[in-house]
């Protein structure tokens, strides 16, 4: 696959895109949106890929946001289409991937690129990072589920603030409010989202994406997040990681996950 605007690295089971538009500050077209897509899903179906990091090119920027200059000059309905588009090609896409996706958010992480990183399952912030939904300065909202993503991971209150200030919080203010897990220096960013990687691979690949349904199930509207847990926990007892995981238990062994 050749993209123009992403890279894609793996290596020792963890997938690596770096979205690549530094001089844009790696701001988010439409071009871009369909890359990430095309990457993730060859990740998601690489079996020897356990984890997906995503991260921005460049010490400044994950992502500034949407790319202002594409949509600028929309009409009512190419507005609308644009969010329902990247919504299903991409955001709601990786929140919904078995494969975990560990956002390493290493710079700005504003409007579109806030809304990236709130749909990866994880998110490390460097200690650089600035992060906010800035869309009603530009008179719009946030149209990549930063609305719904942000009251889940902050509360509503916080959320409420966020979006009608349109202001920036630190690192720091985004790890105080659980927008983001950890937060660490800029040189160090990659090397711990790998380790946090590595601690999740030594799990079977079929029991976490099992978990990954049943989290999202609970944020779902007409599934109820308890009955989907039945059924994924029922399930797990049908897989070889289950017997693998039991049986190394009970042999006092590390389990050899296949991720079947
Ligand atoms: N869309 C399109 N281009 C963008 C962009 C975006 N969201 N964010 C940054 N860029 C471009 C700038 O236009 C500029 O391009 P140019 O050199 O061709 O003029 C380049 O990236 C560098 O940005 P610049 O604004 O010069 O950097 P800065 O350090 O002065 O400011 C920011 C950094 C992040 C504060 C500022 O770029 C910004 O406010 N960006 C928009 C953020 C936003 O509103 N995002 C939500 C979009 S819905």
Redo the contacts with the bound molecule.
């Keep these: 696959m050749n993209f123009e605007n992403i890279l894609i690295a793996s290596e020792n089971g963890i997938g690596q895109i770096t979205i690549n538009r530094p ?3 790696n ?1 988010l077209n439409v071009a871009t949106i369909k890359e990430l897509h095309d990457g993730l899903e060859s990740l998601n179906n690489n079996p020897e890929i356990k984890v997906i990091i995503i991260t921005g090119e460049g010490e ?2 994950f992502v ?6 594409e949509f600028a000059h929309f009409t009512v309905d190419q507005g609308a289409q644009l969010a329902q588009q990247g919504q299903e090609l991409l955001f709601n896409f990786i929140e919904n991937l078995n494969t975990p996706v560990i956002a390493a958010v290493n710079g ?1 992480a ?3 690129g806030l809304e990236l990183a709130m749909a990866c399952h994880i998110r490390i912030a460097s200690d650089n990072a600035k992060m906010g939904l ?2 009603v ?2 008179g ?1 909202i946030p149209g990549y589920g930063g609305t719904q993503r942000l009251p889940q991971l902050v509360g509503k209150g916080r959320a409420m603030e966020m979006i009608m200030t349109a202001g920036m919080i630190t690192a720091e203010e985004a790890y105080r409010t659980g927008l983001v897990n950890h937060v660490v220096p800029q040189a160090e960013l990659l090397d711990f989202t790998k380790s946090l990687a590595q601690r999740i691979m030594k799990n079977s690949p079929v029991a976490i994406g099992k978990a990954i349904e049943s989290v999202n199930a609970n944020f779902t509207d007409g599934v109820n997040g308890f009955d989907s847990e039945i059924i994924n926990f029922g399930k797990c007892f049908g897989t070889g990681d289950f017997i693998e995981g039991t049986t190394a238990f009970l042999e006092k062994r590390k389990a050899d996950f296949k991720g079947n």
């Design positions: 001089s844009k500050l701001a400044k920027a500034a946001g949407a790319d202002i200059s700005f504003l409007g579109g800035p869309e300065s530009l719009v």
